[in-house]
Structure formats: structure tokens, C-alpha cells
């Protein structure tokens, strides 16, 4: 049996590529909100655990530089600026999950594009959606269902590293724990 080729799909049956195309489109959109969902709740615990550990670690800069300063309060603090590096980095990257893209991909000529809509008349983009071809309709429809892919796995890559940074502080700050309970 010989495989089945694209273009063989398309000739056959082009509605149900526009479906298909249609629906992937709006997974892959869902897949965006969840990694914006993340980044927001990366962001809260950042915060929080950023203001509980601010508020139990005064002294820290001074600690670090003071050289009469015990070895062990010398540690404490140093992991301490490492803690908030790391909560730091995790923000950073939940922020940029956040931040909303506007520009276009290589081939934001397409009518599916919001930025694109939204730099046309009313009447220009429904004259120029209407002049299109369904093939035209179905390229376009899956030029943004790739940028949109190429979209949703930056974010998540960025999502992957901001847990990873605030994995990071946690660890760190147990290790701090660790350290006081040893030098009581």
C-alpha cells in the first residue's frame, strides 16, 4: 500500500482539512493559555516566597562582607543571595511567558494573524477575507497553526526554567534550614 500524501488529502477532502486544521489551531491555542496560567501562578509564588524569605533574612549582605562573621551565618547568607538568584531568574522567565507577543512570525501575511486584523479597516479585511481562495483560506489557517505551535513551545520552554529556578531557591533555602538547625 503506498502511503497517503498530503496534497492527496487536500484534493479529497478539503473541508475536513480546514476542520482538522481548525481544531489543532484551537488546541494548541489552549495549550498558550495553560502556559500563561502557569506563568501566573509561578509569578504568585515567587512573590511569596520571595517576601517570607526577605523578611527572614535581614543582615544578609552584611553577614556576607563582615569578616568577624561565623563561618556558618557567612554560608547561611550566601546561600541566601543565591535563593533569591534563583527566585529572581524564575520571575524573569514566568514574566516573558506573560508578556504578550504583538509581532508577526516570517509570514504574518495571513488574514489569521490578530495584529494583522487589527491594522485594517473592517471593510478591508472582510474584502480581503472574501477574496481569498479556500486554498489560500486553508494555507493561511495552517501557517498560523505552526507559528502558533513554534509560539506555545517557547513558552513552555520558558515555564520549564522558571520551575526550574524556583526548584532551584527551594532547594536552596531547605539547604539554609539545614545549615541553621546544624549550627544550633
Known sequence: MEPIELKDI?????????DLAAFLYDLIENQITRADT?????????????????????G???NLVTN????????IAGLTILTFGALLCST??????????????????????????????????????????PAELRRSLL???????????QKFIRIRYSLDFLIAAIF???LIQIVIALGN
Open 143 to 153: 501557517t498560523e497553526v505552526h507559528a502558533t505551535a513554534q509560539l506555545a513551545n
Open 92 to 133: 524573569l522567565f514566568a514574566l516573558r511567558v506573560a508578556r504578550p507577543i504583538l509581532k508577526g512570525h516570517s509570514t504574518s501575511g495571513t488574514l489569521f494573524f490578530f495584529s494583522r486584523i487589527a491594522q485594517m479597516s473592517q471593510q478591508d479585511f472582510i474584502d480581503r477575507f472574501n477574496s481569498q481562495s
Open 68 to 75: 568577624s562573621t561565623p563561618t556558618a551565618n557567612r554560608l
Open 10 to 18: 487536500e484534493k479529497s477532502h478539503p473541508e475536513e482539512i480546514t
Open 38 to 58: 502557569k506563568a501566573g501562578l509561578i509569578l504568585a509564588a515567587d512573590t511569596v516566597f520571595a517576601t517570607a524569605a526577605s523578611l527572614l533574612s535581614r
Open 172 to 174: 536552596l533555602w531547605g
Open 60 to 62: 544578609t549582605i552584611v
